[in-house]
């Protein structure tokens, strides 16, 4: 059996979700195309031992959870990270840390730049 002494993560890079997140109006009504990278760090010793999708973090679950409160707007990319956090942590026992970073590819700023965005880390 693995070594239950390593770290273990999941991990969802460059999920595209259409929302309507931010402090502008237009940002609000007309809405943009996020990126959502996410690594979830948990003990996967058993589920690589046994091949059991119930000792694992489910990579569906988490996208389901994201889609979820994408759709939820908000002014705050901080925001809208704590809530997966919040959700993500309180129905997944397994994960004992991670990293949400939410991306906004084409932000309302004057100036040439591939995105901005917010990562949290705990």
Do not use: C
């Not at 940002?27 to 979830?40: A, H, K, P, Q």
């Not at 889609?67 to 990270?81: C, F, G, H, I, P």
């Not at 397994?94 to 700023?109: E, M």
């Amino acid at each position: 059996m693995p070594s239950k002494k390593s770290t273990s993560y999941i991990s969802i890079k460059g999920l595209k979700i259409y929302a309507y997140h931010g402090v502008l109006r237009q940002e609000n009504e007309v809405g943009n195309t996020f990126e959502v990278d996410i690594d979830l760090y948990f003990d996967a010793a058993e589920a690589m031992y046994t091949d059991r999708l119930d000792l694992t973090v489910n990579y569906a679950a988490v996208v389901d959870i994201v889609r979820k409160e994408m759709a939820e707007t908000s002014d705050l990319l901080e925001n809208v990270v704590y809530r997966i956090y919040r959700t993500i942590t309180s129905r997944m026992r397994r994960v004992t840390g991670g990293r949400i970073a939410i991306f906004k590819p084409q932000p309302p700023i004057a100036a040439e730049l591939d995105s901005v965005g917010f990562t949290y880390i705990w």
